[in-house]
Structure formats: structure tokens, C-alpha cells
T-cell receptor, first 112, second 113 residues
Framework: DGGITQSPKYLFRKEGQNVTLSCEQN?????MYWYRQDPGQGLRLIYY???????QKGDIAEGYSVSREKKESFPLTVTSAQKNPTAFYLC???????????FGPGTRLTVT | KQEVTQIPAALSVPEGENLVLNCSFT??????LQWFRQDPGKGLTSLLL?????REQTSGRLNASLDKSSGRSTLYIAASQPGDSATYLC????????????FGTGTSLTVIP
């Protein structure tokens, strides 16, 4: 089945620790995205990548880092510099003629 | 910057009713507009995508229209069912932005049996 996988589904960390969220796609899409979703708010773009070995900051990149070493993978690291990391994180990819965007199931990160 | 608005934020309707969800955007220069559904605690599911050159798209009981000149799109749901209860989001993709998508905050729909 083609799609996007995110792992883990739930993640708990202590304050001050870095944590890496996984995102893998087998849709052969060039572009991949990371969004953050907080209750009552829309999706906010953290980072996006249009091609392997290239990525750009979104609206709320501070305290986050990414890499794009393979077309299929776009991991997100939430660093200790992120002031309020507890949130629902969504990974997406887009490609093809229409550039339709598809989403993974999300990772809920709780930092205490 | 592109602003995308969805009104109302929440909507409750009785089962069987036809309904319309609204999406408006400030910049008419878009590549396409996409409608999504999100169930609580889940990722977004793509429902319909309308290219900028199209006026509407249909999938089953769903029909999405696009009026670029007025910066509006509507999602029409026919004969609503309790299973349609979810949050519906729209997003536009703009040129010259590195293929970024701009999302509305969504309309939370409840269909009452």
C-alpha cells in the first residue's frame, strides 16, 4: 500500500531532551512537509523540502531541525530550544501532476 | 501573505440534511485548492482537489466548487450522515512559494442522528 508512515504514534519526553520524529513515504513524492497542530489552531508549517538534500524553514522553524538524505525520509528533531514542544505533529508529502498533498497519521508529543 | 478563512468554525446539522462548508482566500493566484477531512487524533484525509483552471470536482456525495476571482470555494455534502462528523479543512497552493500549502483553521461538523 502506498502512503506515509509516522512513528511513534505517541511520544513522551522530559524537558531538555532532544527527540526525533520519523516520517517515511513510498509515494515517490519529491516534496515533504512537517506541520504542527495545536488545539483550536490551524496547521502551522515547520519545515518543508522540495528535493533531496534541500529544505526550507516554514513559519515556526525555531527549535526544530530536519534532514532530507533520502527521498523517502524526512525526520524532524525537536530540540531542547523549542519552548513549547507539546503538540500533534503531522508529516505530509506531495507530488505527481496535481501535486496533491497526502498526510501521515501524526505523532503526539508530550514533554513534561 | 495568503490568508485562508473557514466560517463557521463549528456546525451541527440533523442527519439527512444537505450542507455547505465555506473556504475563502485572499490571493486569487493559486495553483489548486484541496479539501481535507480530519477525525479526532488522526491525520488529514484528502477529499477533493480542484485545479485553478477547474470550476468544480465531485466525489460521491461531495462536490467542491472554486471561484478564483472571488477567492471562494465551497464543499457541498449531500444527505449528511453521522459518519460525516469530522473537521473539514481547505488548503491552497500558491506559485512562487516553493509549493507551500496555506490552510484554513477548519469547520468542525457534527451530524446528529
Amino acid at each position: 500500500d502506498g502512503g506515509i508512515t509516522q512513528s511513534p504514534k505517541y511520544l513522551f519526553r522530559k524537558e531538555g531532551q532532544n527527540v526525533t520524529l520519523s516520517c517515511e513515504q513510498n509515494l515517490n513524492h519529491d516534496a515533504m512537509y512537517w506541520y504542527r497542530q495545536d488545539p483550536g489552531q490551524g496547521l502551522r508549517l515547520i519545515y518543508y523540502s522540495q528535493i533531496v538534500n534541500d529544505f526550507q524553514k516554514g513559519d515556526i522553524a525555531e527549535g526544530y531541525s530536519v534532514s532530507r538524505e533520502k527521498k523517502e525520509s524526512f525526520p524532524l528533531t525537536v530540540t531542547s530550544a523549542q519552548k513549547n514542544p507539546t503538540a500533534f505533529y503531522l508529516c505530509a508529502s506531495s507530488g505527481g501532476i496535481s501535486y496533491e498533498q497526502y498526510f501521515g497519521p501524526g505523532t503526539r508529543l508530550t514533554v513534561t | 501573505k495568503q490568508e485562508v478563512t473557514q466560517i463557521p468554525a463549528a456546525l451541527s446539522v440533523p442527519e439527512g440534511e444537505n450542507l455547505v462548508l465555506n473556504c475563502s482566500f485572499t490571493d486569487s493566484a493559486i495553483y489548486n485548492l484541496q479539501w481535507f477531512r480530519q477525525d479526532p487524533g488522526k491525520g488529514l484525509t484528502s477529499l477533493l482537489l480542484i485545479q485553478s483552471s477547474q470550476r468544480e470536482q465531485t466525489s460521491g456525495r461531495l462536490n467542491a466548487s472554486l471561484d478564483k476571482s472571488s477567492g471562494r470555494s465551497t464543499l457541498y455534502i449531500a444527505a449528511s450522515q453521522p459518519g460525516d462528523s469530522a473537521t473539514y479543512l481547505c488548503a491552497v497552493r500558491r506559485p512562487y512559494t516553493g509549493n507551500q500549502f496555506y490552510f484554513g483553521t477548519g469547520t468542525s461538523l457534527t451530524v446528529i442522528p
